[in-house]
């Protein structure tokens, strides 16, 4: 980018600014990031929300209908009937699928044609029609779906972090961007491996932050990949003398595993565990994103929920008072523009998850798996190494 001569003018600067990194950032059908992107299960709702009515849902561009059948079965189809377009949001919920409104075309989960009322009786046309349609899984709450070519399919993972059956597990959408946030999924997917950002942002007014006053210790920070992601390890002395490190980690593509905020630096006992959430960053489209949330909440252990579980609204001049990750994120644009970043050494964890996801577009290319795809194995588990741990200054 022109830095516009020594004086640092805006001129040639501001008005005419490079256009935005497509191959990172943009998620549809043929696109480098969107296919990519379709490699992976990604939720696309949570389990509670498919009830008796149909639930209309879009993902990285493509209007979908998640519906639960009467036998419990959850499905995800193409939005429109292949008959003559009428919107299944608007579909009955039967025994084995969802009838279209229109004309009452009948499809199962996996798309197939069951009935087609209005042709006549004996007819196989409805053998020869098939509504597009999603795999899909639910875990811990969440419905995830798979979009992405048949023959690629890979194992459904689950996370280590979350896999304890003597715990309750409480799966909701993330609303601190709001309930869709408007902007592009990488800018927010990368705020899970910016460690300075929880010594800058989340300790200037703690009164709007869940986190506590152990993070206004300036840490030092380091990074690693660990082969399906990135963690930052941040590292600090407290005032009290205790040494308290926390680990977070984002897992390509759009998964990320963040331990509690509430350490306080007091107790090494009780504040050093593991991560107990897993969260996504879902691309609604190019410039809107979803964000979902399972959270393990071991019983009887200290600390609520990582976030909000409905929207909050606060108004403009108490947002510049008191910035938040929304401010921070959102407030860079519907899609941040990388050429006109100054990228410095505390930001090397970001450059270092580009690269990973950049990495798996070019094994998509070659007809290889982009990281972290797991197949073919008994027990399909991520290993999470995100968690905090205090230490008392003899140890």
Known sequence: MNDGGGD?????????????????????????????????????????????LPRRI???????????????????LYAHCIHRG?????????????RCCYHGWYFDAEGRCLDQPAEPP???????VRQPWYPVREYRGLVFAYMGPPDKIPDFPVF?????????????????????????????????????????LHTWDRGVHNFTDAYAARPDLDFQSTGHG??????????NGNRFIRISEVIVPTARSIPPPTVDGTDPDSETEPARMVGWWVPVDDTHTMG?????RPRGARGAAYQPTEPYVRDYVERQRRPDDWEAQVGQGPIVNHAR???????????????????????????????????????????????????????
């Open 58 to 76: 879009r993902v990285m561009g493509e209007d979908l209908v998640g519906y639960r059948d009467r036998n419990g079965r959850p499905g995800l």
């Open 8 to 52: 640092g003018s805006g001129y040639g600067r501001i008005g005419n600014l490079p256009d935005e990194d497509p191959t990172l950032t943009r998620v549809g059908l043929n696109t480098p990031m969107g296919e990519l992107l379709r490699r992976y299960w990604q939720p696309v709702c949570l389990s509670a929300e498919l009830d008796d």
């Open 230 to 239: 990135v963690q930052y390890i941040r590292d600090a002395t407290l005032p």
């Open 86 to 98: 009428a919107s299944l949001e608007f579909g009955q919920i039967d025994d084995d699928g969802i």
């Open 122 to 128: 004996g007819s196989d046309y409805k053998d020869k």
């Open 341 to 395: 970043e100054h990228l410095g050494t505390s930001d090397r964890g970001v450059v270092m998850f580009r690269r990973l996801l950049r990495d798996g577009i070019a094994a998509i290319a070659k007809d290889r798996d982009p990281p972290g795809i797991l197949r073919n194995q008994k027990y399909p588990l991520y290993k999470i190494g995100a968690r905090n741990q205090v230490t008392a200054p003899d140890d």
């Open 160 to 200: 280590d972090v979350l896999e304890r059956d003597d715990c309750d597990h409480i799966a909701y959408r993330n609303y601190t961007r709001g309930e869709i946030a408007d902007c592009n999924w990488l800018q927010l997917q990368e705020n899970g491996i910016d460690g300075w950002h929880t010594f800058v």
């Open 292 to 296: 979902f949330h399972i959270e393990m």
